[in-house]
């Protein structure tokens, strides 16, 4: 019996472990990504305490930590959770394993959705980017592609317009699908060049992005752009169908937290991106992650005592 099973191994896990086995709690985490979205960001420059760092370093650094205290970490996936009736406790299922928890924090975070062209796979941390607000920075004075029509997508690009020298956004519809004042606002801009009724079909380069290969649906034509970097904002996805029955979520199927990071089951606590909340960054999942590893060590208490 653990008296916590973190699912999910990105740095709001890694956080939530810490924190609870610095209380003694019997801690687990489950993640088949370890390092979760911070694997695809090359550096990171916003975090305290570090001007520049690799994302996979300090990934590295928050599990060598974790693991010092004495985190255990399985490299699985969670199939089916089960609560016992009688004394309030959960039982995971992996592919391989059942474990037995007083209580569970869900940080599994967000996927971004892909592309799915050829050089995407290639070419991710080496240019290609999920979130401007992360690597717009490295960017100063170059030329990058946004992909999207929606607010975070226009959001990038009007972001960028402040650090690039040129950004081009590619949006495969007629309309974006974002604020007004939003879409006023990247018009305006004079340094960003729209392509609508246009899709992305190759991103090309060799050790870094290079160009991309645009389709004009109503010219029926191709186009090659040189760019330094490629932003992807085609939106996040939320995997939660898993815990439906235990929490509650928002539109984008994120789930739904009270300040003390607990869902509407007793003894389960969710934290950092799959939460419902406006910001995603790491700081601010790794706040979150505290408070859940120490409302759960609270409620143990409580239950116990």
């Given at each position: 019996m653990y008296d916590v099973i973190i699912i999910g191994s990105g740095p709001a896990g890694m956080t939530a472990g810490i924190y609870a086995v610095r209380r003694e709690m019997k801690t687990l985490i489950i993640g088949k990504e370890l390092g979760g979205q911070l694997i695809w960001t090359n550096k990171i420059e916003n975090y305290p305490g570090f001007e520049s760092i690799q994302g996979l370093e300090l990934i590295n650094r928050i599990k060598n930590q974790a693991q010092k205290f004495g985190v255990?970490?399985?490299?699985?996936?969670?199939?089916?959770?089960?609560?016992?009736?009688?004394?309030?406790?959960?039982?995971?299922?992996?592919?391989?394993?059942?474990?037995?928890?007083?209580?569970?924090?869900?940080?599994?975070?967000?996927?971004?959705?892909?592309?799915?062209?050829?050089?995407?796979?290639?070419?991710?941390?080496?240019?290609?980017?999920?979130?401007?607000?992360?690597?717009?920075?490295?960017?100063?004075?170059?030329?990058?592609?946004?992909?999207?029509?929606?607010?975070?997508?226009?959001?990038?690009?009007?972001?960028?317009?402040?650090?690039?020298?040129?950004?081009?956004?590619?949006?495969?519809?007629?309309?974006?699908?974002?604020?007004?004042?939003?879409?006023?606002?990247?018009?305006?801009?004079?340094?960003?060049?729209?392509?609508?009724?246009?899709?992305?079909?190759?991103?090309?380069?060799?050790?870094?992005?290079?160009?991309?290969?645009?389709?004009?649906?109503?010219?029926?034509?191709?186009?090659?752009?040189?760019?330094?970097?490629?932003?992807?904002?085609?939106?996040?996805?939320?995997?939660?169908?898993?815990?439906?029955?235990?929490?509650?979520?928002?539109?984008?199927a994120q789930i739904i937290a009270k300040p003390n990071m607990e869902t509407k089951t007793p003894g389960i606590f969710a934290a950092g991106d799959v939460v419902s909340c406006e910001f995603k960054q790491i700081t601010i999942a790794m706040g979150q992650a505290t408070i859940a590893a120490l409302s759960a060590y609270q409620f143990i208490q409580m239950k116990e005592k």
């Open positions: 255990e970490f399985k490299d699985d996936e969670i199939k089916k959770i089960e609560r016992d009736a009688d004394d309030g406790s959960f039982r995971v299922f992996t592919t391989r394993e059942k474990y037995s928890a007083k209580t569970i924090i869900v940080t599994m975070g967000l996927a971004p959705r892909r592309l799915a062209v050829p050089g995407e796979v290639e070419l991710s941390g080496r240019g290609i980017s999920y979130c401007a607000n992360c690597d717009g920075p490295f960017y100063k004075d170059k030329k990058v592609a946004i992909i999207g029509g929606g607010n975070s997508a226009l959001d990038a690009a009007e972001y960028m317009s402040k650090i690039a020298s040129e950004v081009y956004l590619v949006h495969r519809g007629e309309s974006f699908r974002a604020f007004d004042i939003l879409v006023s606002e990247v018009m305006e801009r004079k340094n960003i060049f729209i392509y609508k009724n246009t899709e992305v079909k190759q991103i090309v380069g060799q050790d870094k992005v290079e160009k991309i290969i645009i389709f004009d649906k109503v010219k029926n034509q191709e186009k090659e752009i040189a760019v330094d970097g490629v932003f992807i904002e085609i939106g996040r996805i939320a995997s939660t169908d898993l815990l439906a029955d235990f929490v509650e979520r928002d539109e984008r």
